[in-house]
T-cell receptor, first 114, second 114 residues
């Protein structure tokens, strides 16, 4: 069965520091992977998606993620954290089940310290 | 461009009262539609999804039901709310028939059952 695991429910970084949010997937077929961001009391917003065109995917707000098949990983990074990046981040994989359901990781809450 | 509307934004209801949350999508046809719930400290739980008018798939047995009376309208209902129904409810849509389509979320409804 396909699933995603996000390592670390909370990550804290200083402003200007590297952001690294980890995601590992399990899939028997090439996956469609996504990162979403959720700000307080809002819905989720797509950050980026992997669709096999390129292993390094660039998204909005300076985020990027690298698909590594050998490690079954899709970690999210940003070179320099801003205070506005404080939010919850979800890794997700699409299932091809007719309705194309999406399975989400448990989420990682990012804290940015001044 | 496509937009998704979800209302109300917040709702406080007594135990045993009925519920109706509505979601509409504009700017696209034949979308896949979804209802998710986020409970405090828990991830996203898929409640229902729909691939067409009148076609509803339920992911978890519970006190809720969903209906799709029109192509771009998705309704979440309950006849009698339970305390455990409290949470943040999110409606979403994706492109029909597309494996790599991300989910597009509404801004959510925060439901508190008292």
């Amino acid at each position: 069965a396909q699933s995603v695991t996000q390592l670390g429910s909370h990550v804290s970084v200083s402003e200007g520091a590297l952001v690294l949010l980890r995601c590992n997937y399990s899939s028997s077929v090439p996956p469609y992977l996504f990162w979403y961001v959720q700000y307080p009391n809002q819905g989720l917003q797509l950050l980026l998606k992997y669709t096999s065109a390129a292993t390094l995917v660039k998204g909005i707000n300076g985020f990027e993620a690298e698909f590594k098949k050998s490690e079954t990983s899709f970690h999210l990074t940003k070179p320099s954290a801003h205070m506005s990046d404080a939010a919850e981040y979800f890794c997700a994989v699409n299932l091809n089940t007719g309705g194309f359901k999406t399975i989400f990781g448990a989420g990682t809450r990012l804290f940015v310290k001044a | 461009s496509q937009t998704i509307h979800q209302w109300p934004a917040t709702l406080v209801q007594p135990v045993g009262s009925p519920l109706s949350l509505e979601c509409t999508v504009e700017g696209t046809s034949n979308p896949n539609l979804y209802w998710y719930r986020q409970a405090a400290g828990r991830g996203l739980q898929l409640l229902f999804y729909s691939v067409g008018i009148g076609q509803i798939s339920s992911e978890v047995p519970q006190n809720l039901s969903a209906s799709r009376p029109q192509d771009r309208q998705f309704i979440l209902s309950s006849k009698k709310l339970l305390l455990s129904d409290s949470g943040f409810y999110l409606c979403a849509w994706s492109v029909e028939g597309l494996n790599n389509s991300p989910l597009h979320f509404g801004n959510g409804t925060r439901l508190t059952v008292t």
